[in-house]
């Protein structure tokens, strides 16, 4: 049983102020917890819930969460990184959450009838504890076997280590401090700004690609231009419309390609794993883990499927859904746990709209009909997947820093228990504050659009589930050709690469370099890295590949060496990463300004 006084959270005597509570003591987790659920959390909450109202989309909170929970933490030294990332993890979970409250829109919208307050709080925390166990499940996966890079995840730790520590704060201050500058610049050009709003600039995506490289960034290019190359084509077969975006069909594409090379990772995985139980494989050469590291599967196994009966049960007997969809969506977020959680890792992008897009059609095709069984189901994806990224991304945080899991999974638990009650709060008194939310956009004419409220991730779900009165057999086809293709490359590199003779080439010169380069980032690229194209529109993609570029170019320069005095800083702590992680920090820190004048100007107004 971890304890409050566990290693990861002791009591050093590097404590630089001596009003702060000690490390370890239930004081201590109290003004953590405090801080996150009550003063950072609902303030990341009210931003997503207003970015998703008026754009579609909001900004994940644990960059500017763990930015501003270390100005307190900064107090106890270089251990004060650990504090500082249970503020973010339970803050970031009360934002995502709160981000949900466009499925009551959703219902407003449709003119569906909505369940008492308490039951859409009640079955959106079963919903959010069974995301957080579902994500803590395949932590071992995604981020201590794949080690994928969570540009975010990333940010953060590199932000903690920061600020809390002051050899590597001289060290990077400059590099740091100045992509957080450069990103609040672009993203308040990209907002205020015609000339930046006409490039489509994103820093924050520009920063991932700065993290990623290029042989993760150009792929997303590539898939960009694949599908704006096959548009006609998809046209003259009617998977487009005359104005539709390529992204429409090649999301689906995108996140089949996923599924198809998960499927290849999964099997290796348990291939390996029958292969130990029978003596056959030797144990992999690993670290020893340690104590911060270690999860009780167990306990992990009984809390999912403790919450995953909650949710069924919920739904079923609190809300009237059937049993049938109700389980098809709980078993698909075990797919799409995995399928996001690899996005995220990737492309600092989890396509959580997507995922409820395709649960519909899925369900669809074995029956579903009634648009209000479609939204109660498709919640459990759109929430339990969100709730799931955010666990993952905080755990390559912890990862990096050595942050007990334990203990970050209970503050992500209060986050959730809090972002439950908020993602309810938020919908009623944005719409009562607004009545122009309550307007069903899907039906209004282009010139009665509202200017300040386009939220697109409220008009994708309902338009999805209005089309459950016309089945689409195409999108079924659509996904199925992008499992294909994912399970078909992914195997190739995996047979490529495993070769002895091609290892040998790759490290015998620069043409084999050059080769291997070319076949990562264009002729055979990872379906994870791909897939980000497809999901997003192309320039958004372009920025995301020039940030790889930029980084790939810099990285391959000679390194300077530390001054006399200073020690090499860690190895994702490099100029490209700390720059990248500043431009993602800036970018949080603009949509937050902007969110909240945004909002006070409506209510003056």
Known sequence: ????????????????????????????????????????????????????????????????????????????????????????????????????????????????????????????????????????????????????????????????RALTDPRLLRQSVGRLGGGIALGLAGGIGAAKIAAVAALELSTSTLGAGLVVGARIGIPAVVAGLTGLALSPYFLSIGWLHEGDPPRKIMFLIALGTIMGAALIDISLILREAVQRLQGRAPAREAAPQQDWQRIRMGRVLAWVAFWGIGVALCGHFVLGQPFKYLLIAIALVFVFG??????????????????????????????????????????????????????????STGWRL???????????????????????????????????????????????????????????????????????????????????????????????????????????????????????????????????????????????GLGGVISSLINALPQKKPAPGEEELPADMSSTSLIGGGLIAGDALAALGLGVIGLLATLAG
């Open 402 to 544: 050595g942050t007990n899991r334990a203990l970050q999974f209970r503050y992500q638990v209060l986050g959730i228990l809090v972002g439950a009650v908020l993602a309810v709060g938020f919908a009623r008194l944005f719409m009562a504050a607004y009545p122009v939310l309550q307007l069903d956009q899907t039906i209004m004419k282009g010139s009665e659009q509202p200017a300040n409220w386009s939220a697109a991730m409220t008009y994708k779900l309902v338009g999805v589930l209005r089309s459950l009165t016309e089945d689409k057999p195409y999108q079924r086809t659509a996904i199925w050709i992008g499992v294909g293709l994912g399970f078909g490359v992914e195997l190739l590199r995996k047979i490529i690469k495993s070769r002895a003779g091609y290892q040998r080439f790759v490290a015998g010169g620069k043409l084999g370099q050059s080769t291997d380069f070319l076949l990562d980032a264009v002729v055979l690229p990872s379906p994870y890295a791909w897939s980000f194209g497809g999901f997003l529109n192309l320039s958004t993609s372009v920025w995301f």
């Open 338 to 395: 995995l399928v996001n959680g690899i996005a995220l890792g990737i492309s600092d992008s989890t396509p959580i709209s997507s995922a409820f897009v395709v649960a519909v059609v899925i369900m669809a095709s074995v029956g579903l009909k009634d648009p209000v069984i479609g939204l109660m189901a498709g919640a459990v994806l759109l929430t339990a997947v969100a709730v799931a990224g955010d666990m993952q991304q905080d755990r």
């Open 1 to 160: 049983m971890t304890t409050l006084s566990s290693p990861a959270a002791g009591t050093p005597d590097g404590q630089r102020w001596a009003w702060l509570p000690r490390q370890g003591t239930w004081k201590y987790h109290a003004l953590l917890g405090a801080l996150g659920i009550l003063v950072l959390g609902p303030l990341g909450g009210v931003t997503a819930a207003y970015m998703n109202f008026a754009v579609g989309f909001f900004v994940g909170g644990q960059v500017l969460a763990g930015l501003l929970g270390s100005v307190v933490t900064f107090g106890y030294g270089a251990e004060g990184k650990h504090g500082a990332n249970f503020i973010q993890t339970a803050a970031a979970s009360v934002a995502s959450m709160s981000a949900m409250c466009v499925l009551i829109q959703a219902m407003v919208w449709m003119g569906l009838p909505q369940p008492p307050v308490w039951q859409l709080m009640l079955y959106m925390l079963c919903i959010g504890m069974f995301g957080a166990g579902v994500g803590m499940l395949y932590t071992p996966i995604v981020v201590d076997r794949l080690q994928l890079t969570f540009p975010s995840g990333l940010a953060v730790a590199n932000i903690l």
